[in-house]
């Protein structure tokens, strides 16, 4: 419902600014095709947060409080891809290890973004904790040097394409 009306309100903005721009939907684009996923995958994912959570704190971690917004739109889309590929019990399974992971690589990830400057800074979401803790032992490893080529070869695979494409008349 939410994506019915915020469409056409950007391909409006988009045909003034941005022409032939396409519009990008977030996850939330699932839901319609397994609402019962979308629960079970909140629910079981927030359920995993807190038992992250607990782990965390009887081990005497950097408690991560679960929160809402990454549980509901990560955990929905984990159940929907749990359920489709195998039923209920991977709804479950799926959305309760997401828990896990939004729970536990927050905490792995602080240390990175300590040595960057934001102290006790974290944020909810699988990929950014996974590429957070890769960029991090890249620093670790290769100092500044290594973050500079890192860059430099994305923007290169960033680019490249560009480059290889003749002139298209529309």
């Known amino acids: ?17 941005i022409p032939n721009s396409v519009p990008a939907v977030d996850c939330a684009v699932f ?21 992250g959570m607990l782990i965390l704190g009887f081990t005497g971690g950097v408690l991560i409080v679960p929160g809402m917004v990454p549980h509901f739109f990560c955990g929905a889309t984990a159940g929907i891809y749990g359920n489709a590929t195998g039923g209920k019990k991977g709804a479950i399974v799926g959305a309760f290890v997401n828990g896990l992971l939004i729970t536990f690589l927050p905490a792995m990830l602080l240390p990175v973004l300590g040595h960057l400057g934001f102290q006790n800074t974290t944020f909810g979401d699988a990929d950014f904790g996974v590429i957070g803790i890769i960029i991090g032992q890249i620093l670790n490893y290769f100092k500044a040097y290594g973050i500079y080529a890192l860059v430099a070869v994305v923007a290169v695979i960033l680019f490249l394409p560009k480059f290889g494409q003749g002139k298209k008349d529309a």
């Open 1 to 17: 419902m939410i994506l019915s009306e915020l469409i056409p309100a950007f391909e409006g903005i988009s045909r003034t600014i």
């Open 31 to 51: 839901f319609t095709f397994a609402p019962t996923a979308v629960i079970i995958g909140f629910i079981c994912s927030f359920l995993g947060g807190i038992v």
